[in-house]
């Protein structure tokens, strides 16, 4: 059940403008209260709330653009010949400053930091509703999740562009702010997830769709992960409770399957409750978004403009049941058996590809994706956690531990164990390998070699370059509308 699809239509009050060095924040309603006297009661809380949950569903983040970015990065994916020439430039590292998308990515990241720090800004405001109406608890907890999602915006500003502007709340002034360093945000994105660790409601106890306590240790893990703080990215692991893996790995990604035992914080789609907008919201989540294009774009059957590298398929192992989870290959049935995977359907003007996408596509129950796909997407699931805390423990000489988390994904796979006596170097060498296969398709692999300093062997002869790829570039009409940064604070090589 999808309680959170109330959000989208309490996110229509708001908009925040585009640039991040303007701070009105306008109601598109002009009968409705005004931001110096909304905060009064839990529904206009929420609502503001419930804004910045809504701004992953724009295209250029969850709906079309991001996974496209990451996947192409990674080199999950493989074009085919009819593939966009702007989601090529991801394959082959041939992005700009002038990169629209990549700009998009920016501004709509900054829209959802702009919206949570509304709350965050206002919480005088809501510490004055009398308890009556709206408990501490609750209070704590919607603030909570402001800040929660502002950790989240910062985690994808910071693992794509390094040090960013850093709003801990609404600008004061149309003067911009100067970048500050990759280690001050990631400070700022720690401080966020700790606190929404301790105030948010654990699972159980909220509704489907809203950020949870495990979700913000899971993020506060991996943010401390990414920061080589390993000791306590174990520490906020070890923490998590409440979460174990699907028995069958195919229901991570399936839509009646959704906010599983094994999810931690999923990105919502409804196509019922509408789509109308999904061609026109780019940054500003405005309107009726609730669907998102990864099926059809990837879909075998459809647009097929993505396949499975193969890269990613050789890295399976014989007797892997994900690589039949993850993959559609010829001979293979889908819509309830009703159809079969023929040649033909793997064929391009290219010739006839090894696989097709079957992760996030709807043709378990159809036969077309029909251009709009209201599946879920997992942010971070319960294996990604495990795989996770492994890594941790490895590098803080709990090597044994290590290995029985990894057995315990591979367990599901229908995998034999990993021997126990592997030395330090080849626990961390199986983790690789095992998230690869894991997680393929679900936008980690790139920032994955990045942290490890692989990228440069794992993307040879990509067009990747060690010192410039690992960041995007500021994007040029950032540097245009910012005062506060020029060419001089571009990142190296662009």
């Known amino acids: 059940m999808k309680n959170y699809k109330i959000f989208a239509l309490f996110a229509l009050v708001f908009v925040v403008t585009q640039s991040c060095d303007e701070s009105n924040l306008e109601l598109t309603n002009p009968n409705a209260l005004s931001p110096e006297t909304f905060f009064t009661n839990e529904g206009q809380v929420r609502s503001a709330v419930n804004a910045s949950y809504a701004q992953n569903q724009t295209n250029a983040l969850y709906s079309r653009l991001l996974f496209y970015m990451y996947d192409n990065m990674g080199q999950d994916n493989s074009p085919n010949p009819q593939q966009e020439a702007n989601k090529l430039t991801y394959s082959r590292f041939t992005f700009d400053s002038s990169n629209t998308e990549i700009a998009d990515f920016w501004d709509s990241c900054f829209k959802g930091v702009n919206k949570a720090n509304f709350v965050i800004s206002n919480i ?26 502002r950790g989240h915006y910062y985690f994808l500003l910071a693992t794509r562009f390094g040090g960013v502007p850093l709003f801990s709340g609404l600008p004061e002034s149309s003067e911009g702010l100067p970048r500050a360093t990759r280690d001050e945000v990631f400070a700022q994105i720690i401080e966020d997830f700790r606190f929404a660790a301790d105030n948010l409601l654990a699972r159980g106890e909220e509704l489907n769709g809203r950020a949870t306590k495990g979700a913000a240790l899971a993020y506060l893990g991996k943010a401390l992960l990414f ?89 399976y192992e014989e007797g892997d049941i994900r690589s039949a989870e993850n993959f ?21 003007t290219a010739g006839i590809r090894p696989a097709g996408w079957r992760k996030y596509q709807n043709y378990y129950r159809r036969n077309a994706e029909e251009q709009e796909s209201g599946i879920n997407f997992k942010v ?67 920032d994955d070699i990045i942290r490890w300093g692989i990228a440069s062997t794992e993307l040879a002869g990509t067009g990747f370059q060690q010192g410039k790829h690992e960041v995007w570039p500021i994007p040029d009409r950032e540097i245009s509308a910012n005062d506060a940064i020029s060419q001089d604070d571009q990142n190296p090589g662009y």
Do not use: C
């Open 380 to 446: 971070i699931r319960y294996a990604d956690v495990l795989l996770m805390k492994a890594e941790a423990a490895n590098e803080t000489n709990r090597t044994p531990e290590a290995i029985t988390l990894i057995n315990r994904v591979r367990e599901r796979a229908e995998l034999d164990p990993i021997d126990d006596n592997l030395s330090k170097q080849q626990v961390f060498d199986a983790i690789v390998h095992e998230r690869k296969v894991e997680l393929a398709g679900e936008q980690v692999r790139f």
């Open 124 to 149: 005088d405001r809501i510490n004055e509703i009398p308890e009556s109406i709206l408990s501490e608890r609750l209070k704590n907890k919607y603030i909570a999740e402001a800040r929660f999602l």
């Open 227 to 315: 920061q080589k703080q390993y000791d306590l990215a174990y520490d906020a692991f070890d923490d998590i409770t409440g979460y174990d893996l699907e028995d069958n790995y195919f229901d991570n990604f399936k839509e009646e399957t959704e906010h599983g035992i094994e999810s931690l914080f999923e990105i919502e789609f409804d196509r019922a409750i509408g789509t109308a907008n999904k061609w026109d919201s780019n940054v500003s989540a405005q309107g009726f978004n609730e669907s998102t294009f990864r099926g059809q774009d990837y879909g075998v059957l459809d647009w097929f403009n993505v396949y499975p590298s193969q890269d990613l398929l050789d890295e």
């Open 328 to 348: 559609y290959f010829e001979g293979d049935t889908y819509n309830n058996g009703e159809g079969v995977i023929v040649a033909s359907d793997l064929s391009t």
